[in-house]
C-alpha cells in the first residue's frame, strides 16, 4: 500500500512537472499551449498506477497494444466518462474490430489493406474514429510506416476513397538520430496534404516535437516512470 501510494504521488508529480513544460516550450515557441494535446502513454501501467493520473486531471492516453488495453481501460471508462485512449501501437487487420470498439483515435494506420479494414468496420457500425497516417520518416526496415515518398498517396486513398477522417500524420523517429530533421519531414509533409494534426515527440523530444509543431505529444515514462516489460 505504501509502496503503491509513492508510485501514484510520483505520477502524480510526473504529469504536473510536464504540463508545466509543455506550457514552458509552447511559450517558448510562440504557441498557446492549449494546442497540444499530451497523450500519456500508459503501456505496462495497472489501472491502479493510472487512476491517480486521471484523477490529476490527465483525460488523453495512449496504449500500444490492443488486448492490454482490453485488460484496463473498459472498467477505468465506467468511471471517468470524458477520456480519450489512442492506439499508438502497430495494429493487426484480425484485430480491428476490437481496436475501433476500444480506441478513439487510431494513430498507427500505415497501409491499405489496414486502411481498408478500418473503414469497412467504422461503416459497419456508424462510427467514425479519428486516424493519424505514420510515417516512417527514417525509412527505417524494422519499423512500421509508410515511407514519405508515398505519403501523399497513401493519404488520399485513406481521406477520398476510404473516407477515413485522417487527423493528421505520427513518427517515431530512429532512436539513434537527432529527432529534429524528422519532425520537420513529418510537418512539411502534413502541411502540403492540408492535414493539421501532429503526433511527434515522447518523453525525450517532446519540447523539440512543439518547437516543430506537434499538436500531439505522447509521453510515458516522464509521468509513469521506468517500464518493466513481462519477460
Ligand atoms: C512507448 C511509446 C511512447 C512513449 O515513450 P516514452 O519515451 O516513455 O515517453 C511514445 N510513442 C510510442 C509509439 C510508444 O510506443
Known sequence: ?????????????????????????AQRAGRQADEITLVAVSKTFSAA????????????FGENRVQEARSKWPA???????LELHLIGPLQTNKVAEAVAL??????????KLA???ATEMLKHGCR???FIQVNTGREAQKAGVVPDEAASFIAYCRDEL???VAGLMCIPPVDEAPEGHFALLRELASSQHLASLS???????EAAIAAGASHIRVGSAIFGHRDYPA
Do not use: C, H, N, Y
Open 1 to 25: 500500500m505504501i509502496i503503491q501510494d509513492s508510485a501514484a504521488t510520483a505520477s502524480v508529480r510526473g504529469v504536473l512537472d510536464v504540463r508545466r513544460r509543455v506550457a514552458e516550450a
Open 49 to 60: 498506477d493510472i487512476q491517480p493520473v486521471i484523477a490529476a486531471g490527465q483525460r488523453a
Open 76 to 82: 477505468l471508462r465506467q468511471q471517468f466518462s470524458d
Open 103 to 112: 480506441f478513439d483515435v487510431i494513430q498507427t494506420v500505415d497501409r491499405p
Open 116 to 118: 481498408k479494414a478500418l
Open 129 to 131: 474514429r479519428r486516424v
Open 163 to 165: 473516407r477515413l477522417a
Open 200 to 206: 511527434m515527440g515522447m518523453s525525450g523530444d517532446f
